[in-house]
């Protein structure tokens, strides 16, 4: 039953990602250049519910429908997320750009689980420190992902990146800075609340269930 509830959770949680990635504007939202994101929320949460495993596999989804996102639908940082858009400044892509979709995706559905049991154990697993905990590793995994995302950017793809934003010099961090400290920031609360929100329903219902076969 246990493998059961885990594979029905799993699929609810990958329909989800799928629907936000095909609904414009839903999971990608353009900002300037780089896109803003809920695809993470969906990863985030079932890092805290199911586990690092399965979290880190979703967190692979959502990369991989970035890659074929950057590929089908062309914006000036495309090269950046998809190994088949040639880099500014030459004629082919780089395989450097699978590094920037997929490792830092891949971690939003381990580092909120770390995060979330790491706080209970300091906070003895009191249930009044059960919303805190859910929002700190919710800005967390939300966070691992812009500021790993835009520091590949820039060790990975500094110079194209400059092309593309018009900056040069210590302007080229600047809008990193900008970037993580803006949108970054934003989503980041947007998914500490969903993670409130919706995992603790869902961590309810899990232990009542739990407890009914007991």
């Known amino acids: 039953m246990k493998?059961?509830?885990?594979?029905?959770l799993t699929a609810m949680f990958?329909?989800?990602l799928i629907l936000l990635s095909a609904v414009?504007?839903?999971g990608f939202i353009p900002i300037g250049p780089i896109n803003a994101t809920t695809m993470h929320i969906p990863v985030i949460i079932a890092s805290i519910v199911l586990g690092p495993r399965i979290g880190a596999f979703l967190g692979g989804v959502f990369g991989i429908i970035s890659m074929i996102r950057s590929t089908i639908i062309l914006s000036p940082l495309s090269f950046v997320f998809?190994?088949?858009?040639?880099?500014?400044?030459?004629d082919q892509g780089s395989f450097k750009a699978i590094i920037v979709a997929m490792v830092p995706r891949i971690l939003i559905g381990i580092v909120p689980y770390f995060v979330f049991m790491g706080l209970k154990k300091l906070t003895k697993n009191k249930?009044?420190?059960?919303?805190?905990?859910?929002f700190i590793a919710g800005f967390l995994g939300s966070a691992t992902n812009t500021i790993l995302v835009m520091n590949l950017i820039y060790f990975l793809f500094?110079?194209?990146y400059a092309?593309?934003?018009g900056a040069s010099g210590t302007a080229i961090y600047t809008a990193i800075l900008t970037v993580i400290f803006t949108s970054g920031v934003v989503e980041a609360i947007v998914a500490a609340v969903a993670t409130v929100g919706v995992t603790s329903v869902l961590l309810r219902l899990v232990k009542n269930n739990a407890t009914q076969k007991l």
């Open 3 to 8: 493998n059961t509830k885990t594979f029905t």
């Open 14 to 16: 990958l329909a989800i």
């Open 24 to 26: 414009p504007f839903l």
């Open 82 to 90: 998809s190994p088949f858009i040639p880099v500014i400044g030459t």
């Open 127 to 134: 249930p009044t420190s059960q919303t805190f905990s859910l």
């Open 158 to 160: 500094k110079d194209s």
């Open 163 to 165: 092309q593309s934003i």
